[in-house]
């Protein structure tokens, strides 16, 4: 009785929320799904479009207060993963200023392929201030910031 109970509570605040409860037949167990577009919201086999990234969607990524003192957990979400013609919106929510320069340190494409740079309109020098780059290729794509160089992300496009 309050397995039933729980579960149609959980499945009036999905219907109000826009998600997908689905469920396997086996009532102690119950799987949420965000979801666009639902033929039927108690199969699995029904649901499409569940939370797929589009080209269209901006992603987030923060550079973390304290950045300047952490090495792969300055930027987060680290690593982050976006699909191909997705943009990137970073955003310096440290005090201190910082860069997102592609590559490694040191390396002689560094900054090459995107670089918020140390001064200009892109620079991330006060907290709030943001830099995107959009990923027109497949791949895997560190970073890092020139100040701080212990500082370093990984981009993945799919």
Known sequence: MV???ITLI???VAAVLGIVV????????LTIAFAQNVT????AQ??????TATATDKVQVSIVPGASVLTDDAYSPNPVEVVVGQTIVWTNDDTAFHTV???????????K??????????ALISKGKTFEHTFDTAGEYPYFCTLHPAMVGTVIVN
């Open 46 to 51: 029904n649901a499409t479009n569940a939370t």
């Open 101 to 111: 320069t592609s590559g490694t340190v040191g390396a002689a494409d560094a900054g």
């Open 10 to 12: 959980v499945s009036l």
């Open 40 to 43: 039927n919201s108690t199969t």
């Open 3 to 5: 397995i039933a109970s």
């Open 22 to 29: 689905l469920s396997n037949g086996d009532s102690t167990t």
């Open 113 to 122: 392929l995107f670089d918020s740079g140390l001064a200009g309109p892109n």
